[in-house]
């Protein structure tokens, strides 16, 4: 087994006081979309990862409406990537294009047949989604076939090609744009689009992505679940043993957070350069710190989640007394 790191965070998590509403709605949720039947997720399981805990944790400033609506999302995402494992670890390469057509399907306007179906089709319903968030939907499906194609021929991705499709499949993009609808961040696209914002969301994405492959070795990579993991990258590129592979990957995720603490720090000088007036500035601001609350609240909600244990029954830790780095300003209730 490997040695899980302590992480530092340099932000501080806070907790949503609308917590336990988002809980219930959430479980009377999957539980509509038919998502309790047992594959992936038994009713125990799901409260032990306390999916329902995320958003609250992720968007702690968020209003309740808008609160659930987000939660809907990350739990939906939570649960395609976790009903996908079946394939990973079967090696089903015709099954996996099955799902995932499945899913896109469902944005040409089928009726939903599967409960990832069912709730892509709910949550399709209730936004409001443009071309490029059609797109980034695509990608994420097409991210998971990726790395069912790699896990079936036993392949390990380089390094970059790994981390580049993580930012895919965990969803960067429509994370940061529902970090930022959040905050109510109206900022202009080409801002967005500047090289200086683009690097921040990607190593905003980046910082979970690698962590989650850490905490999760022992429950997926190391059982054969999948070859697409950046601890096997690097311990394959370098030649070194897994727990300094972990060590490496561990190191990469401290210095993509350096990094965006940087970034953080160029925004003023940025919003001046693109000429934003007061409320846009004020808007970039709620934004830079949407992703910092983000991150520490993902990083608390890891710690506590029993999505990554091997007990058939994980028990999932209590948020209301939270300890460690980054950590003092979480609201409890």
Known sequence: MVEVPAFDMPFAA???PHADQVRRHTRTWVRDMGMLGGTPWTEAFFDA????GFGPL???TASLEDLLHINDWHTWGFHVTDAFQVFLRSRNVVGGKAFVAGLKSVLSGSAPMTPSEKGLADLVSRSTLDAEDAGHLVEFFDALLWELHNTAQGRVPDPIDLVEMRRRSI???????LARKSVGAELPAELLRNSTMRALVDSFGDVPALRQEIVGFDHTYATGASTTSAV???RQFFG????QAVSIVADLIAARLR???????ELPSLATEYGLDAEAKAALHRYAEALKSWLAGELLWTQRSGRFSSSPVPTRKSFHSPSGLGTAAVLVR
């Open 14 to 16: 806070r907790l949503s």
């Open 49 to 52: 990862a306390d999916y329902g």
């Open 58 to 60: 992720t968007h702690p």
């Open 171 to 177: 969803a960067t993009e429509l994370s940061a744009k």
């Open 232 to 234: 096997l990258a690097v």
């Open 240 to 243: 070194c043993e897994t727990q």
């Open 259 to 265: 990094q965006i603490g940087s970034i953080i720090g």
